[in-house]
């Protein structure tokens, strides 16, 4: 006979909430860098660019008098907003070789994160690949689909060694070695 006022106990104990982290596991805004945070608002941006076709510099305005922009990095934000959209024909063609549907069918959100994760891979060689990797993965968790961000992670992965090739290639042999 059990006492049903004493629950059997489980076989795992409760799960520990991860500290900065929200329920998606995305980082909270209190533990986010000045360029992550430049980052997202890049993402709003470049996502009014594809589904609006507002100007850039109509987005701009807009996206700077945004509640917490003065806390993002503002030069890594213009890089990444006037950047993307200038080079947006460009980063396409790369990115359409990845896909497995037309880029018409791509969610804008994920869409914009590709264009931030290749604009990096590109210009921004002072953060490491698989940082910039994270850092798209962690936009599209936070602002994409359900699974919007296993896409991202499996384009900009297949990006990667065209993109970023001594440094994945560095990496690579290092796991080996």
């Known amino acids: 006979m059990t006492d049903s006022t ?6 795992r104990p409760p799960r520990q909430p991860r500290t900065g982290t929200t329920g998606t596991g995305a980082r909270k805004a209190g533990s986010k860098s000045g360029r992550s945070r430049a980052r997202e608002f890049a993402l709003q941006a470049l996502y009014q660019h594809l589904v609006g076709g507002n100007d850039a510099t109509a987005i701009d305005v807009f996206t700077r008098d945004l509640s917490g922009f003065h806390k993002a990095d503002a030069a890594h ?9 200038t080079t947006a024909q460009y980063m396409d063609e790369l990115i359409a ?3 497995d549907r037309k880029m018409s069918e791509i969610s804008p959100i994920e869409h914009a994160v590709m264009w931030i994760g290749v604009y990096e891979f590109q210009h921004c060689q002072d953060v490491p690949w698989r940082v910039v990797i994270n850092e798209c993965i962690e936009l599209a968790k936070e602002f994409g689909g359900t699974d919007g961000h296993k896409y991202v992670n ?3 992965n297949g990006l990667a060694p065209q993109l970023r090739a001594t440094e994945v290639a560095a990496d690579k042999a290092a ?3």
């Not at 934000?77 to 959209?85: E, R, T």
Request: net charge neutral; hydrophobic share 40%; glycine share 12%.
């Open 97 to 99: 070789p990845q896909l």
């Open 175 to 177: 796991a080996r070695g």
């Open 154 to 156: 499996g384009v900009l």
């Open 77 to 85: 934000y213009d890089a990444l907003l006037h950047g993307c959209i």
């Open 6 to 11: 004493h629950p059997t106990p489980s076989a």
